[in-house]
């Protein structure tokens, strides 16, 4: 079996995964908050951004460092496993205690009532909490990653989202407070991870556990630059409810009006979230050799994930005032203030499609040792996002913050594409974002107007013009078209 389709039977593996497991908790969100009321789901949201923002940084920074570490010193790939359990061990317990006191914090200046505060409290804490635990499942998924044994990963993901839906399934059918959803959520994480490792130290390696904390610490001071990268990515994704929280920029009441297309269309960042790891290891070794494949196949990613991201998320916004009724509360009085979310649902989508290509600039700067160049560029967009939406939302309210969306996506993607330049490893913007947005563009246009006639004219629109747009204006080059036939025909290797 050829390289090139090992890795794309790799990623398919996640990608399946992945889509059964969007499915299922999707299913499972619209059972949660059609349950919820307009008050209730405002807290969701903000309870998500806080676990998010507490929980989700550091760690990963050291998982991505530690599968750079294994894919090219294979050897002592256990002893690098236990150095990661001991850290991420220590980083969870130091995050639970920030927790603990950030919560009530928070709550104090945010929530007037005390029934809300106690409610923010119990579920940020509860939710966070999920997140630390299911560090030692990340943890497995750096072994799977590094060892290239996705398929068995995707089936604990897959398992993992049934865990999740259940919970949301049965607390709304009886009735739960919010609190009680995300205990439900820890302790089924609690049990993912464990199921995890287990797999993981039967069938793929046996950490190396040891009490080198100097190890553990070296481990984090090398993943720190990208783990303050991780943190503003998730500041990114999540500030615009603490943002639009403020009431000088918008208020409450807006929360769920961005943060409803928004959480709906973000579901579909699993799809760059389950090929990337399978390239990295491929990346990271290439990034090694003085040749151009690194580029060759970095151009290929990013540009095939913006393609695959472009006609899904038009199709979704084009299908907006059928699809985000669903995953909002049933309150008639909200329902009909909720003409912002349909409208500020395309810029949403934009944004989303172009985080697709920004999200692979991690991995190459890894697969480079240049960490620190995504800290720059998310740096940048955050600054972007946050000046923008400070100047916009007081006017512009829901429709500021996807102004904001897009223009730091679009900064991520155009610096990092600079910083690549810089390191003598340059994509042209041009391959990666002009002719393929154009054709987005055209597309969208033609496929709103469709919709407006009959919904599957619309849908036809986009299956029809986008594959042919691309076609006209070549937007896919020979190496490329290459590298697509490797996957399916692996006698032609797109390089000899």
Known sequence: MSRTRYLALN??????????????????????????????????????????????????????????????????????????YLATSVLAL???????????????????????????????????????????????????KAYEKLWIESILLALQS????????????????????????????????????????????????????????????????LGFASLLRVLQERIHPFLINIPSLAGQSYITQWSSPNNLFAHFKF?????????????????????????????????????LALPLLITMSIARHEVLPLITTMEADFSETYAFAIMVAPLVAWSIALSFPSQVLRTLFVALK????????????????????????????????GIASISAELTILIYGLWLLNKLGRGIKLSHVFLLPTLCGMITHLSAEFLYR???????????????????????????????LREMFMPSKPAFK
């Open 11 to 84: 990623a398919l593996s996640m990608l399946i995964a992945n889509i059964f497991s969007k499915i299922v908790l999707f299913i499972g969100m619209i059972f949660l908050l059609q349950y919820l009321d307009a008050g209730e789901e405002s807290i969701y949201y903000l309870v998500t951004a806080f676990a998010m923002v507490i929980a989700v940084n550091f760690q990963d920074g050291m998982v991505v460092m530690t599968i750079r570490r294994i894919a090219t010193d294979i050897q002592n790939g256990p002893r690098e496993m236990g150095t990661l």
């Open 94 to 144: 130091v995050l639970a205690a920030i927790t603990f006191i950030a919560s009530f914090v928070y709550a104090g200046i945010q929530f007037e009532g005390e029934n809300q505060r106690i409610e923010f409290i119990q579920s940020a804490m509860a939710l966070t909490g999920a997140f630390l635990v299911g560090y030692g499942y990340a943890v497995a998924g750096a072994g799977f």
């Open 162 to 225: 049934i865990f999740s839906a259940g919970v949301y399934w049965y607390g709304a059918t009886h009735q739960w407070p919010l609190p009680y959803f995300f205990y439900g959520l820890f302790i089924t994480t609690a049990f993912h991870s464990t199921i995890s490792f287990i797999v993981l130290y039967l069938f793929i390696v046996k950490p190396k556990f040891h009490s080198d904390f100097r190890s553990a610490y070296e481990l984090f001071a090398e993943s720190l630059q």
């Open 271 to 307: 799809i760059p979230l389950s090929i990337r790891p399978a390239m990295f290891p491929t990346l990271a070794r290439k990034a090694e050799l003085e040749t151009d494949e690194f580029q060759v196949y970095s151009l290929a990613l990013m540009k095939f994930l913006y393609l």
């Open 370 to 401: 240049k960490p620190q160049y995504e800290f720059r560029t998310v740096l940048a967009g955050l600054c972007v996002l946050v000046v923008l939406d400070i100047l916009l939302l007081p006017e512009y309210k829901v429709m500021g913050a």
């Open 453 to 483: 006639e009959l919904w599957i004219y619309g849908i036809l629109g986009v299956i029809v013009v986008f594959p042919i747009l691309l076609l006209i204006f070549r937007v896919i080059s020979p190496v490329e078209w290459s590298i």
